[in-house]
């Protein structure tokens, strides 16, 4: 009796994963060709039936809760089809920093995730070669990417990559050099993270269900917090702040960053209502992606166990000096954005 309980059960939640997928994409789907036949854009939401319907607390409910659910899971669940496609990467080896890189951004895997994946690797590739593909899994994956641009525009997305190659690039070459002068060497154990990590043969549906449950708290604080911005509109408290102040914001951003647990574009739900309704630089918002995603706690914990305690102290220390390059060049390249 409770196998047959058990696999009902299964698939049950298959059916209801697939169940909220398609209708969330019908639903956005339907919202696009509506907004695109009448002409309403994001600016001018006012001329939206549902925003003429409702009170405008509902309205601002659905914008900020329900609309910002919708595009996260079609986010995840793009992301969860381009893995699908992407598994027989799994037994290839980068002879290079770029192709680690590349072969990093196409495993949506977080910092915990990305250990045993490199356990197989760390004797047939370079010491900066492992290191890129090390910092850049949990920097950039197709879930981040989707949501970068669904929820924080294209041109965050665009240096989001940009900035992860460079972080990921630099904190190789970095952690090579130093590993020659002091002659470290990797001195830990791979320690199996537990079966959290992954999500085994899941469907497609299962595994954005499984990511969605995970990214769920985030991104209601995300809404709550955009919602009260919107409908409060606190400019004036707001104005008394100076969050574009460089570098002391982005020093401020990348020490909050870097104690927080965050995966699989979680920051980029963190940074939407600093982004819209205050003067936060886009450098200081990369300051937190960056921080957060790649030497956040979970990474240090995983980083001390394989590389040893050495080792893991020197490309922490490359990441956060690049982190901090990186986003000063993205102060500049922003000004001179502006600008044109």
């Not at 299962?206 to 990214?215: A, L, S």
């Not at 991104?219 to 460089?246: D, K, N, V, W």
Request: charged letters at 15%; a positive charge; glycine letters at 6%.
């Amino acid at each position: 009796m409770i196998p047959a309980i058990s696999n009902r059960w299964v698939i049950d939640k298959e059916w209801v994963a697939k169940v909220v997928v398609f209708s969330t994409l019908t639903l956005m789907l339907a919202d696009t060709i509506y907004m695109n036949i009448s002409g309403i854009g994001y600016g001018h939401k006012e001329e939206c039936a549902l925003y003429q319907f409702l009170p405008r607390w509902g309205f601002y409910i659905y914008e900020h809760f329900v609309e910002l659910f919708m595009v996260v899971l079609l986010g995840i669940f793009g992301g969860v089809l381009i893995e699908q496609h992407t598994k027989k990467l799994k037994r290839f080896f980068p002879k290079n920093q770029l192709l680690a890189f590349v072969y990093a951004s196409f495993l949506p895997v977080c910092s915990c995730g990305v250990i045993p994946v490199v356990e197989s690797m760390k004797e047939r590739v370079k010491l900066r070669t492992l290191v890129t593909f090390i910092i850049a899994t949990p920097l950039l994956n197709p879930y981040i990417v989707f949501m970068s641009v669904t929820v924080l525009g294209v041109k965050y997305a665009l240096i989001r990559v940009i900035a992860s190659f460079m972080v990921a690039v630099f904190s190789g070459l970095m952690v090579e050099k130093l590993a020659n002068y002091f002659q470290l060497q990797i001195s830990g154990v791979y320690d199996n993270c537990g079966a959290s990590c992954g999500v085994g043969n899941m469907s497609p549906f299962r595994k954005t269900m499984v990511y969605m449950k995970k990214i769920l708290p985030y991104m209601l604080i995300a809404g709550l917090l955009t919602l009260l911005f919107e409908y409060f509109q606190p400019q004036r408290f707001l104005e008394s702040f100076s969050f574009s102040t460089e570098p002391f914001s982005t020093g401020i951003m990348m020490l909050v960053g870097i104690p927080i647990y965050v995966c699989n574009g979680a920051d980029v739900l963190f940074l939407k209502p600093l982004l819209e309704f205050t003067d936060l630089s886009l450098a200081s918002a990369m300051a937190f992606s960056l921080a957060s995603s790649a030497v956040c706690i979970s990474s240090v914990v995983m980083l001390l166990k394989f590389f040893g305690k050495k080792l893991a102290i020197a490309l922490i220390g490359a990441v956060i000096f690049s982190i901090i390059l990186v986003t000063a060049g993205v102060y500049l390249i922003d000004d001179l954005l502006v600008l044109i």
